[in-house]
Nanobody, 125 residues
Framework: VQLQASGGGLVQPGGSLRLSCVASGRTFSNYRMAWFRQTPGKEREFVAY????????LYPDSVKGRFTISRDNAKNTVYLQMNSLKPEDTAVYYC???????????????????WGQGTLVTVSS
């Protein structure tokens, strides 16, 4: 599956942004989807996960209550709604997909086989 992320940009602290990731090439609903982010010199950090039909989601404490992952299988798209953004949310955001990843590994970026190209989010006044 090929992934194309978009929606990044510059936003002030406290603002909101919605990222999108469009999939092509395979049956999107077969894939578990996730968002990660990365800053220079650091490992890729887990941000959000959603099950194939959207029934289950997972977030780390750093974004819980502020970020919401969702998907529209009819549009082959996964979204990341980011509210109450903080400067420390500044990063390149990547969407990831895997058809067979197991629950124990969903926050481990090394276990995902398919990646989008990344979209830069900058939170600054």
């Amino acid at each position: 599956v090929q992934l194309q992320a978009s929606g990044g940009g510059l936003v002030q602290p406290g603002g909101s942004l919605r990222l999108s990731c469009v999939a092509s090439g395979r049956t999107f609903s077969n894939y578990r989807m996730a968002w990660f982010r990365q800053t220079p010199g650091k490992e890729r950090e887990f941000v959000a996960y959603i099950e194939r039909r959207g029934g289950s989601t997972l977030y780390p404490d750093s974004v819980k209550g502020r970020f919401t992952i969702s998907r529209d299988n009819a549009k082959n798209t996964v979204y990341l709604q980011m509210n109450s953004l903080k400067p420390e949310d500044t990063a390149v955001y990547y969407c990831a997909a895997d058809a067979n990843i197991i629950w124990s590994f969903i926050s481990d970026y090394t276990k995902y086989k398919n990646w989008g190209q990344g979209t830069l989010v900058t939170v600054s006044s």
